[in-house]
């Protein structure tokens, strides 16, 4: 089972998840070059490349999950024209909620393997949590070694161990 190589949504559940997200394409690959590299972890249903000037991206959606799963296992970082792709799971940013309107505290001195997911876990004892994320290095896709937490509520203390 693939451990997480980047954000993920606080509750995203991959196990019915069978699309993957593609980034950092060099821009002279194809959908049919993606769905030629991609198709060696499982058959592929369909693919959408979206197109950029420097990098594109893209999504491939497989039959079923374990085909999705190895390829995040074994195309993360591949070259491709001299460029390593990342491979996630895909995800709607619509499955987070909107914090705009919340509470929102600043968590900093992070580990380099704490993700979104591991960041909400340590404040879900809170009831009013609502959301969690690490800032990454887009050039690197490194953590930056803080994120922010959002709470639906204003607490008085927010005392940690």
């Given at each position: 089972?693939?451990v997480?190589?980047?954000?993920?949504?606080?509750?995203?559940?991959?196990?019915?998840?069978?699309?993957?997200?593609?980034g950092?394409?060099?821009?002279?690959?194809?959908?049919?070059?993606?769905?030629?590299?991609?198709?060696?972890?499982?058959?592929?249903?369909?693919?959408?490349?979206?197109?950029?000037?420097?990098?594109?991206?893209g999504?491939?959606?497989?039959?079923?999950?374990?085909?999705?799963?190895?390829?995040?296992?074994?195309?993360?970082?591949?070259?491709?024209?001299?460029?390593?792709?990342?491979?996630?799971?895909?995800?709607?940013s619509?499955?987070?909620?909107?914090?705009?309107g919340?509470?929102?505290?600043?968590?900093?001195?992070?580990?380099?393997?704490?993700?979104?997911?591991?960041?909400?876990?340590?404040?879900s004892?809170?009831?009013?949590?609502?959301?969690?994320?690490?800032?990454?290095?887009?050039?690197?896709?490194?953590?930056?070694?803080?994120?922010?937490?959002?709470?639906?509520?204003?607490?008085?203390?927010?005392?940690?161990?």
């Amino acid at each position: 089972e693939p451990v997480s190589n980047g954000n993920l949504p606080p509750g995203f559940d991959p196990s019915t998840c069978r699309s993957v997200y593609v980034g950092n394409v060099h821009p002279n690959v194809t959908e049919s070059l993606l769905i030629e590299v991609f198709q060696g972890s499982g058959p592929v249903e369909r693919c959408k490349l979206i197109r950029k000037e420097k990098s594109s991206f893209g999504f491939v959606d497989y039959y079923d999950r374990r085909s999705a799963a190895l390829a995040i296992m074994t195309l993360h970082g591949r070259h491709i024209y001299g460029q390593a792709i990342k491979v996630n799971w895909a995800y709607a940013s619509t499955q987070r909620e909107d914090t705009s309107g919340h509470f929102h505290i600043f968590v900093g001195d992070l580990s380099s393997e704490v993700n979104d997911a591991t960041l909400y876990a340590c404040f879900s004892t809170y009831p009013s949590c609502s959301d969690a994320r690490v800032m990454w290095d887009n050039k690197t896709g490194r953590s930056r070694g803080y994120g922010f937490v959002s709470f639906r509520n204003q607490q008085r203390k927010l005392k940690l161990l």
